[in-house]
T-cell receptor, first 111, second 114 residues
Framework: QKEVEQDPGPLSVPEGAIVSLNCTYS??????FMWYRQYSRKGPELLMY????GNKEDGRFTAQVDKSSKYISLFIRDSQPSDSATYLC???????????FGTGTRLQVFP | KAGVTQTPRYLIKTRGQQVTLSCSPI?????VSWYQQTPGQGLQFLFE???????NKGNFPGRFSGRQFSNSRSEMNVSTLELGDSALYLC?????????????FGEGSRLTVL
């Protein structure tokens, strides 16, 4: 079993929809949680970063962490075609750039 | 300011050969990490260098090695290539490697092993 599980999708939604992306993890020692977005033929770029349970909002994006359930989510409001990409969750045990990634969820937002 | 630069972007090798990939971090960044990305396994951590020292290492065989130079530029080497080494190799840099959320990735070097 992988340390981090993520549904690969693809997830196809109409423009304007609310998108929910999720990851579960098995190691309760993870402390830092991130969401990255990766466009085709590009490197991942950081969207959200948090180190505590609860919600964090940034524009149309909300990251949610539930450490008791070992579950993290990313919500995208008012989705746009430009949001079409692969979304990767990542987490780490402590303050290090050694991140454990999910396999990514492919999202397609159609006009 | 310039981002993380990786060269070459694409390369094709045959089994048994070796390959060297290069990464130039963002100016001022002292930590460089390497990741392997494949469709089946996703991104997997290879190693991290800070001030020319390997600080963390993932679960890859000894055929995978790396180094960092005094100007923070980094190289990774894969010897005795296998078909399964075909992947996108991503380099990421940060200021000091403490996962402050400022980890920047390059566009990767896509390696195909025939």
């Amino acid at each position: 079993q992988k340390e981090v599980e993520q549904d690969p999708g693809p997830l196809s939604v109409p423009e304007g929809a609310i998108v929910s992306l999720n990851c579960t993890y098995s190691n309760s020692a993870f402390q830092y949680f991130m969401w990255y977005r990766q466009y085709s033929r590009k490197g991942p770029e950081l969207l959200m970063y948090t180190y505590s349970s609860g919600n964090k909002e940034d524009g149309r994006f909300t990251a949610q962490v539930d450490k008791s359930s070992k579950y993290i989510s990313l919500f995208i409001r008012d989705s746009q075609p430009s949001d079409s990409a692969t979304y990767l969750c990542a987490m780490s045990l402590y303050n290090t750039d050694k991140l454990i990634f999910g396999t990514g969820t492919r999202l397609q937002v159609f006009p | 300011k310039a981002g993380v630069t990786q060269t070459p972007r694409y390369l094709i090798k045959t089994r048994g050969q070796q390959v060297t990939l290069s990464c130039s971090p963002i100016s001022g960044h002292r930590s460089v990490s390497w990741y392997q990305q494949t469709p089946g396994q996703g991104l997997q951590f290879l190693f991290e260098y800070f001030s020319e020292t390997q600080r963390n290492k993932g679960n890859f065989p000894g055929r995978f090695s790396g180094r960092q130079f005094s100007n923070s530029r980094s190289e990774m080497n894969v010897s005795t290539l296998e078909l399964g080494d075909s992947a996108l190799y991503l380099c990421a840099s940060s200021l000091v490697g403490l996962n402050t959320g400022e980890l920047f990735f390059g566009e990767g070097s896509r390696l195909t092993v025939l």
